[in-house]
Every structure is written in C-alpha cells, then in structure tokens.
C-alpha cells in the first residue's frame, strides 16, 4: 500500500471533513484518520439548529452527508489513531494505530474530549449509569430520573434532549447564571420536566449496592451545605479537553490548556502542519466556524504544497 499523501487530516469531525472536500477537489491526494465514526461531536448532537440551510438537521445526518461528501472527491477515509508526528521539512511522518504515513502537509482536526468530574469511579462507573452521550445513551433512561452537570450550551441542549425519555432532569450549575446561549436557556427553562439547581458543586457520585450509579452529591457553593441528588443517570457536560497529546514532543504547538496555537492563516509554528475547529485556540466553536477553518486549511495546505514543488 501507497502510504504517501499530499495532505493528511487528522478528524474526521466537521472541520476535517470539510478540509477534505476542499483537498480533494484541489486534487490532492489527501487521507483522514480518525479512530471513531466521522462526524465528532456532530454525532453525538441530537438536532442542529445553527447550520446554515439545514435548519433542524439531526446530527447524525449532518456528519452522515459530510462524510460522504468528504470522500466524494478521492479522500480516503482511514481507521486510525495518531500517536505521533515528525517533521523532516519537507515530509511530515503521522505515526497511527502501527502504520506510517508519509506527508506534504498535515491539518489537525482532532478536536476535544470531555472533561470528567475526576472523582475515584469515574471510569468504573461508566455505562454504568455514567455517560457523556445523552443522544447515544438517552433511551436507556426511560421514565428515570437523570441529572445534568454543567451550564453550557451542550449541557443546556441534552437536558433537552433527555427529556424525551427521562421522567425528570436535574441540571446543576455551578453559578447563579448559564453559559450557553440564550435560546438554549429558553428552551430549559421553559421545559417543566427539567428542575435546575443553581449554586452547587458535584462532590462525588452516590453508587449501589450493585456498583451503579445511585445518584450524586452536591455542595452549595455559598452554604457548604451538601445535597444529595438521587438518580440512576448522570451527564457530565462540563467542558472540553483539547485532543493534542499526540504533539507532546514539540515546542510551541500548543497553549498551556493544550490547544493548538495558530496563527491568521491557521498555520502552526511548523510550516505545512495546520490547525482547525475546536482544538484550535478561539472563541466561537460551532460546526460552522469548524467548516470555515477546514477550507481555509485545506486551501493553505495547498498552496504551501505548491511551493515545495515549484522548488523542486
Ligand atoms: P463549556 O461551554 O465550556 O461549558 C462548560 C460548563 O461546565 C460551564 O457551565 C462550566 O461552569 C461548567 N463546569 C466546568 N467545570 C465544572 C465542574 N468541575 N463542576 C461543575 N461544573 C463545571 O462546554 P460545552 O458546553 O461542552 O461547550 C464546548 C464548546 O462547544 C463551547 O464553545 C460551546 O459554545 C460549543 N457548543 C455549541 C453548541 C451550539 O452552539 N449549539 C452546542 C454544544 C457546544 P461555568 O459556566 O461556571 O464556568
């Protein structure tokens, strides 16, 4: 197998799909890696309502036409997760899941992660009544109580969302005030199944007997007083971690909370490896400004492509 290519995506979320449709109708030969389904969060989304022409466009759909559109000019779309990448000037190695790839240009769309509570059963609590994904998850609550954490907007949308299923949602914030965007708010605040508790703090989760989730334990902010919330479902949605562990070895790829720096034309210190959508420092992550950045990418990829072969 031919493991060269002019331009590498890593994610296949929106920005690196869209960097694809780009690259190849510039007609680079260009490859996606990513080790989950394509799409990012966008799949995990519910509804879509801020995407341009597609009002009310549920998130699997939307990643679904993005993929087949991203690979609908010859990228290939390959299993994959990076572990490394060297540069050598003019080729860039991407080390992924034991293979190398060989590479003119490299554009990181690898986006974010959830932050986990970081309480001792975090992990042994998963799919054990823990979840990250109401969209995935959802269904198996029906007619139970779950709680949300967090004050975002995805925080804000999957207590919506669960309220299709659960009989009531606990959304407990920290502050006195959301952080997610108006309409969002309206949407909570005028749902009667969902309960929002202001000011408190998770402690720690409450597990049964059969080493599932119970509910959780709050404290208020202000008080000290602790609350205990039964439920048989907690949603963390407390915010994102930058997935860039894989650029531990360079210098000044990344900010002290590990997203990747880049500069106007989303190039990062490394000429011909790029930046694009969440994990990239910014102040508006939405799918659109992730497809905005996976063209202009793309585009720059391009052209620095072309000044490596005109030296040749
Ligand atoms: P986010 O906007 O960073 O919100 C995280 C929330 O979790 C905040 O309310 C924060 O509280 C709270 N929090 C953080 N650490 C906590 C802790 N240890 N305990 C309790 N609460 C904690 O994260 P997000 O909602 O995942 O969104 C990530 C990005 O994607 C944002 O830029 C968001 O706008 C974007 N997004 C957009 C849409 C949309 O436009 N439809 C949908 C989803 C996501 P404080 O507010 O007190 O800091």
């Known amino acids: 197998m031919d493991n060269n290519y002019d331009v590498i995506i890593i994610g296949a979320g929106p920005a690196g799909l869209t960097a694809a449709v780009y690259a190849g109708r510039a007609g680079l030969k260009t490859a996606m890696l990513e080790y989950e389904a ?27 036409k993005m993929f087949e559109h ?11 997760e990076v572990s490394e990448i060297i540069d050598e000037g003019e080729w860039k190695i991407v080390k992924a899941s034991g293979t190398e790839y060989k590479t003119h240009a490299v554009i990181i769309a690898t986006g974010t992660n959830e932050r986990t509570l970081g309480f001792a059963d975090d992990e042994r609590l998963l799919g054990k009544g823990l979840s990250y994904c109401a ?46 965007d108006e309409a969002n708010q309206r949407q909570v605040l005028n749902n009667p199944k969902i309960n929002v508790i202001r000011k408190h703090v998770p402690v720690d989760y409450i597990v049964t007997d059969e080493g599932k989730v119970g509910g959780i334990k709050f404290k208020d902010v202000e008080t000290g007083v602790e609350l205990d919330v039964a439920s048989e479902g907690v949603f963390p949605y407390i915010g994102a971690i930058p997935a860039t562990g894989f650029l ?15 500069n106007e034309q989303l190039e990062t210190v490394i ?29 720059n990829a391009f052209h620095h492509i072309q000044n490596l072969k005109s030296k040749v």
């Open 70 to 80: 991203s690979t609908a000019y010859g990228a290939e779309y390959i299993y994959g």
């Open 135 to 180: 969209v995935c998850d959802g269904a198996f609550f029906k007619n139970k109580d779950v709680v949300v954490i967090g004050g975002g907007n995805s925080a804000l949308e999957e207590s919506v969302y669960l309220t299709q299923f659960a009989n009531k949602v606990d959304l407990v914030i920290r502050r006195d005030v959301f952080r997610g």
């Open 271 to 299: 000429p011909g490896i790029f930046g694009a959508g969440d994990v990239i420092q910014k102040h508006l992550r939405q799918i659109v400004t992730a497809t905005s950045d996976g063209a202009i990418t793309a585009q």
């Open 38 to 64: 394509p799409g990012g969060k966008m799949i995990k989304t519910d509804i879509v309502c801020n995407y341009p022409g597609v009002d009310n466009v549920s998130g699997v759909d939307l990643s679904m």
């Open 248 to 262: 531990a070895n360079h210098e000044g790829m990344v900010d002290e909370e590990g997203y990747l720096i880049v």
